[in-house]
C-alpha cells in the first residue's frame, strides 16, 4: 500500500503540468449573437397594390417570367367612388356606386361585383374547376394613388368684357365642359372563393347595399369627399400558382391586370371622416 508521504510527493509532482494542461487549453468561442427577427411585413395599401399590378402588367408586356411573390400577402384596399356626383348607372358590375331613392330623401350606397367566373377579363378557362365564385371588383383611376376623392377643381369665374363705349360690360360664361371619355378599366380585384371550401358566407354575386336614411324632414347629404369600399383579406393565387394574370388586346394597349384575393372584410366608409358605414364578412 502507498503511504501517505508518498502519494503526497506524486501530487506535487504531477501539480506543475496540470496547471500547465489547463493553460494550454483554449478559451471557449464566444457565443454567436442571434439573429434579428424578421421584418414584419405591412399590409398591401392601394397604391402598393396598383404598383405590384403595374409591375406585372409590365412583366407581362416585356414576355418575361413574373417573379414576384405575392401570394399570402395582407392587403388592405380603399377605393374611392362618388366622386363626381350620383351614378346613372347604380348598378354596373365591378363598380360602386351612389342613387337617391325614389323619394329624394334616402341614399342608396351598391357595390354590385362582376361575375369574372362566367366571363373573365383575363385568361380564365381553369376558373370554373377550381373556384365556386370570382367576384370581380374594378380598382378605378388606378393613376391615383389617393385613399379618399380628390377634392373638386377651383370654381371658374366668368371673365368680362371689354365694354364699347356705349355698352356696359357684360360676364362671359365660361366655356361648356366637355368631358372626355372614360379609360378603359385595367386594374382589378378577383375575389374568389375554392369550390371545396365552405359555402358559409358566399354571396354568390349579390350586391352590397348600405342605406343612408334622412334624418327628419331634411334628406340624406351626399359627403363631400365621397365614399370608399374597403376591401381586405390575404393575396391568393390562380390556379396554375400565379397571384396575378394579364391580358392585352396587342402590343400597344395596355395590359389588363387582376390579382386574385380572398377576403376577410369588405366595407363602405365615409370619404371625409373616415367612419365605417357598413361591413360584410365571411360567415358573418
Known sequence: MISTRYAT???LLAAPGLAQCDRDRPEPAPEAPAPPPPPATTALNRA?????????????????????????????VRLPFGCQGASETPDRPG?????????????????????????????????AEAWANADGVWITRPWLSLDTCPPPPPAIEPQPLAPHDDEEATPLAPPPLLMPPSSPQTAGLALYSPIEGSRVGRRDGQPYVHLIRAEGDQPAQPSPRGWRVLIEGRIGAFPDGRSVRCRADGRDARPVCVAAVQVDKLAFEDGSTGRQLAEWRPGG
Open 95 to 127: 363598380f360602386a356606386s351612389w342613387s337617391r331613392s325614389t323619394d329624394g330623401q334616402n341614399i342608396e350606397l351598391r357595390m354590385t361585383p362582376a361575375d369574372w367566373l362566367a366571363s373573365p377579363p383575363v385568361e380564365g378557362s381553369d376558373l
Open 9 to 11: 510527493l506524486l501530487l
Open 48 to 76: 402598393e397594390m396598383i404598383a405590384a399590378l403595374a409591375r406585372a402588367a409590365s412583366t407581362y408586356a416585356s414576355g418575361e417570367a413574373p417573379d414576384e411573390m405575392l401570394a399570402g400577402r395582407r392587403f388592405v
